[in-house]
């Protein structure tokens, strides 16, 4: 690839592994082989997909948890068969999504300080796919809308609210999808699958408004993701097995925008995108490398900028949201590898001598409000999602979560499978419910108080009697 020197504030941005008390040490990985990145992080957890014998787990850990993590952690374990794919819920920190090889998606809520017990029993599971289900995708806008794809070669677009699928997109593909991904304001969707053809839907018109066959010619898989633009970026491989990354225009799927070919390694090229500095990141599955480029509107359109490299190929790959990053320290991007054993953050830093606010490299960002209800989304509206400064850094909401729980199912937890509509009755039954529980909560917490404080002054009135019966005894 041809390096041309111009002008370019990422030029020299650089990626540098923390130190080793500052990873999450002693993970059993997921040995699985499926091309997901087996990580999904969040400004409060980073969840890893685990073996777990007899089903399917994965930890969240609160970030801060780092160093050994003990082999008795709790773990979310309600699949029957390996976890293939979560993904955090962009609207509510403590809502993650998994999908399973027990063809189930199931929607979680983790406790605000993390887990203290294992976590069997999800808010809700999603049954619908006939085969395993590899690919789990929210919504960037539309609170409780999640995408879920399987290897029966079906979407199926769910509102997690009801339990209910909505769309269902069972006739559009041919083969297995590799991959699924929104565009900005979560419009339209794009795929890449093993037919070799990209193609861009419109979900709820259920068409297919754009499709390129033979986009990469190799029988490797294919990824394609959505710019903020509008275009379609792709990676793949050559007929001759060298990877290769691509930009298209929807509007003109005829010829590539950019087509450049990379390496001759066989892993997949895993695809991480910030909208607001234009710059992809590429982590090859097996690779010991990532790749990062500059998405521009000038030829050759993508930039190469550097390479980070290390010593230790990685398994899997999580992408930190921007809002979870140190604005001070001028971080543009965060990762968490997962190598066999360990997760090890890797951040990427513009060098920048000045401590003040880089506004240049910290454009308002897509905060966690939610711009538009599922019911609206359906109805067939569209919002860019609400953006947010990162001036002061970013604070997270203190439960956040209720806000969202009480216009949903995630706490009035009905049967799993049944497709149950939010009836008032039922939802003001389970806010009753749970205002009973907490009056009950603030007894028992007052209760053990003043056993405590009795504690106390029992442990103080015993060691003022065994000095008399010192000074006694002397």
């Given at each position: 690839m041809r390096r041309v020197v111009r002008q370019s504030k990422f030029r020299h941005v650089f990626g540098q592994a923390v130190k080793n008390d500052q990873c999450y040490d002693d993970i059993r990985v997921s040995r699985v082989t499926w091309d997901s990145s087996f990580c999904a992080v969040n400004p409060r957890f980073v969840a890893i997909i685990i073996e777990a014998s007899g089903g399917g787990a994965f930890l969240v850990l609160p970030l801060h948890k780092t160093g050994r993590i003990d082999k008795s952690y709790p773990t979310v374990c309600g699949h029957t068969g390996p976890v293939l794919d979560i993904d955090w819920c962009p609207h509510n920190d403590q809502v993650i999504a998994s999908g399973s090889e027990d063809c189930t998606v199931m929607v979680w809520q983790i406790p605000e300080n993390g887990l203290t017990l294992s976590l069997t029993e999800p808010v809700v599971i999603l049954e619908g796919h006939s085969k395993r289900v590899g690919i789990v995708a929210w919504h960037p806008t539309a609170r409780n809308v999640l995408l879920s794809a399987g290897c029966d070669n079906a979407i199926i677009i769910w509102n997690v609210g009801t339990g209910e699928a909505l769309i269902n997109l069972d006739d559009m593909h041919s083969d297995m999808i590799y991959n699924v991904s929104w565009n900005r304001n979560g419009s339209?969707?794009?795929?890449?699958?093993?037919?070799?053809?990209?193609?861009?839907?419109?979900?709820?018109?259920?068409?297919?408004?754009?499709?390129?066959?033979?986009?990469?010619?190799?029988?490797?898989?294919?990824?394609?993701?959505?710019?903020?633009?509008?275009?379609?970026?792709?990676?793949?491989?050559?007929?001759?097995?060298?990877?290769?990354?691509?930009?298209?225009?929807?509007?003109?799927?005829?010829?590539?925008?950019?087509?450049?070919?990379?390496?001759?390694?066989?892993?997949?090229?895993?695809?991480?995108?910030?909208?607001?500095?234009?710059?992809?990141?590429?982590?090859?599955?097996?690779?010991?490398s990532i790749r990062y480029f500059e998405i521009t509107d000038e030829s050759p359109y993508v930039h190469y900028l550097n390479t980070f490299s290390s010593k230790e190929p990685q398994r899997g790959m999580g992408y930190m949201p921007k809002r979870g990053l140190d604005v001070n320290k001028c971080e543009i991007a965060r990762f968490f590898?997962?190598?066999?054993?360990?997760?090890?953050?890797?951040?990427?830093?513009?060098?920048?001598?000045?401590?003040?606010?880089?506004?240049?490299?910290?454009?308002?960002?897509?905060?966690?409000?939610?711009?538009?209800?599922?019911?609206?989304?359906?109805?067939?509206?569209?919002?860019?999602?609400?953006?947010?400064?990162?001036?002061?850094?970013?604070?997270?909401?203190?439960?956040?979560?209720?806000?969202?729980?009480?216009?949903?199912?995630?706490?009035?937890?009905?049967?799993?499978?049944?497709?149950?509509?939010?009836?008032?009755?039922?939802?003001?039954?389970?806010?009753?419910?749970?205002?009973?529980?907490?009056?009950?909560?603030?007894?028992?917490?007052?209760?053990?108080?003043?056993?405590?404080?009795?504690?106390?002054?029992?442990?103080?009135?015993?060691?003022?009697?065994?000095?008399?019966?010192?000074?006694?005894?002397?």
């Open positions: 339209l969707i794009c795929t890449a699958s093993k037919d070799k053809k990209v193609r861009v839907i419109d979900p709820r018109k259920q068409e297919i408004v754009a499709e390129k066959e033979r986009a990469h010619e190799g029988a490797r898989p294919m990824r394609a993701i959505f710019l903020a633009d509008g275009n379609v970026f792709t990676t793949g491989f050559s007929r001759m097995s060298e990877r290769q990354l691509a930009l298209w225009n929807p509007k003109n799927m005829e010829e590539p925008i950019a087509l450049h070919e990379m390496d001759t390694s066989n892993g997949v090229l895993l695809p991480f995108y910030d909208p607001d500095t234009s710059i992809i990141y590429l982590c090859g599955k097996g690779d010991s590898k997962l190598h066999e054993r360990k997760c090890e953050p890797i951040i990427m830093t513009v060098p920048r001598k000045s401590d003040l606010f880089q506004d240049d490299l910290y454009p308002d960002t897509a905060g966690p409000e939610a711009a538009l209800e599922a019911e609206e989304w359906f109805e067939g509206r569209n919002a860019d999602p609400i953006l947010i400064s990162l001036k002061h850094g970013y604070i997270p909401g203190k439960n956040r979560d209720l806000k969202v729980v009480k216009k949903n199912i995630l706490d009035s937890k009905p049967t799993a499978n049944k497709k149950c509509d939010l009836i008032t009755a039922p939802k003001k039954t389970a806010d009753a419910a749970g205002v009973q529980n907490e009056a009950k909560l603030d007894e028992i917490l007052k209760e053990i108080k003043s056993i405590k404080d009795t504690i106390c002054n029992q442990d103080e009135r015993i060691s003022k009697l065994e000095q008399q019966m010192a000074k006694i005894a002397a």
